[in-house]
């Protein structure tokens, strides 16, 4: 029988610097990686499709990819899509917190209780959407 | 939020998510922004650089950026000079830990003892580098 590559997705978060939101796409796509979904996930970091080379930019021709964006700038999506291939789902911090935008009203750098339970919820969203993917594919 | 003023630097880090050396090049930054040059530096997201952000694409070609990579790819200072921003230093976080062989940060997410020391010591060089930018 042909050994097949294993079915994974491929999750690809803004881990944007300058405001909280990027700090909980970062954490909450690292809890998919390590606890949430480890076996049926894998990522990439999102500046490689630029400074990489035609592998990292053939990253969403070999899995399919969720993207994960902290605010709506949507520089995860708009750099997939444009470097890499249409990502099968988007998810957007801001749209479960229905803040207007991404401001540095606090540091990014540690998050408190309130922001690491939403990145928990973010996560539970990233599974949802891994699992959405998986099934369409079998 | 954003540096408009001459005589600011732009610290970049590279925020890599696959290994513990990104989460040290984004600690250190936060620590040389918020802590050690306070007021005379900011950072932003390298992703805005990526998707191509009008407004950040001015940002780092009008003021002097330092790159923080945690890997020898250098996806950081490669993206800034892709961008046409003024590079002005960059640094890795691998050759800091070859300097301390005996810190071994491990974790990604949220970073260990050793990550925290290897980002303390990373961001006291980017400090220093901030100072002599700004003399010139």
Redesign the interface.
Known sequence: MVDLPEKKVGVISCSGEGCVEGTISRVATRLVLEKVRPEETVTICLPLFLAGGGEERAFAKYYPTITVDGCDKLCAKVGTERYSGKPAGSIVVTDLTKSPGCFRVRSPRKLDSKSLALAEKVAERIALEVDEVLEHRR | ?KATKQKRAVV???????KAL?SVS??A??EVV?NLRKGVTD???????????EETLQLVKNNRCIAVDGCP????A??VK?AGGDLAASFRVVDTLRENRHLKPKS??FLDHDGQELANLLAEQVAEKVDELLRK
Do not use: F, H, W
Request: hydrophobic share 35%; with cysteine.
């Open positions: 939020m970049i880090p590279c925020s890599g998510i696959g990104g984004r600690e930054t936060y918020e950072t932003t997201c390298l992703a805005l650089i990526v998707s191509g952000d790819l250098q996806c950081a490669k993206n892709l990604v997410t």
